[in-house]
């Protein structure tokens, strides 16, 4: 259990275990109470109604500020690999970040309108925080490969690519059902018109939630590895060094070593000065 305390891991872990409990957890109140079907409500179906409104919108805020944190950090993790051995342009790691950040912001509108209260503005929200957060899952990706093998393994980046994949593959039916049901309700009889747009827009919409969460799961090796190498460069930057930065298409050996090794080689070399 430590290992998630080493470094900044803590931030993706905790973002993980707390979005998992936030799902459930509504979702538990809100059956309990009687107020959705158990089979296959909206998310938002399970925040809708009192007392799993307060709890889903309280969960759900602080989900989305554990969100911005996590992708904030992975920003600057990313920004310091590439500067210690460029791989990508840093406009792409910008890219990725704005429209997490903007995802981020989706979820707060989702956590404080209710789906039955404002839907025009719950629906927008919950549409930024889905589309902004696939396409963010499918640029990391991207840097992933094009900074492997020296920040992740190759298995990590097709992962991450499998995670983004199935994402997107459920992002694309879950907006095409949503749109096609004509009135928004939580309780569904299976004898509706529109009950099969509903089953099939909640499974993919249920999909791509917790694919964000195992996708931010795997960020955790990399913010145990990127804190320190931060570390260092702070501390060479203190006392007045330069660390090395090395230039597309070369390969030295130091760049070849683990990150963890390099931390601890450049803390050993800076502690001369």
Known sequence: MLCFLRGMA???????TWSSAAFIISYVVAVL???VNPFLPYISDTGTTPP??????FMINFSAFLGAATMYTRYKIVEKQNQTSYFSTPVFNLVSLVLGL?????MGIVANFQELAVPVVHDGGALLAFVCGVVYTLLQSIISYKSCPQWNSLSTCHV?????????????PMIAC?????ITKLEWNPKEKDYIYHVVSAICEWTVAFGFIFYFLTFIHDFQAGFPLMGVRWLLG???????QWKEGTSPEFAQEPVMEQAQRITMMASIY
Do not use: D, T, W, Y
């Not at 799993?52 to 919108?57: A, K, L, R, V």
């Open 10 to 16: 803590f931030v993706p872990f905790l973002l993980v």
């Open 33 to 35: 109470s009687g107020h």
């Open 52 to 57: 799993e409104s307060g709890i889903f919108g």
């Open 102 to 106: 903007v995802g981020c912001i989706g």
């Open 160 to 172: 991450r690519l499998a995670i983004s994949a199935i994402s997107c593959a459920a992002v694309v």
């Open 178 to 182: 949503a749109s096609l049901i004509s």
């Open 238 to 244: 203190a006392r007045g060094l330069q660390p090395v």
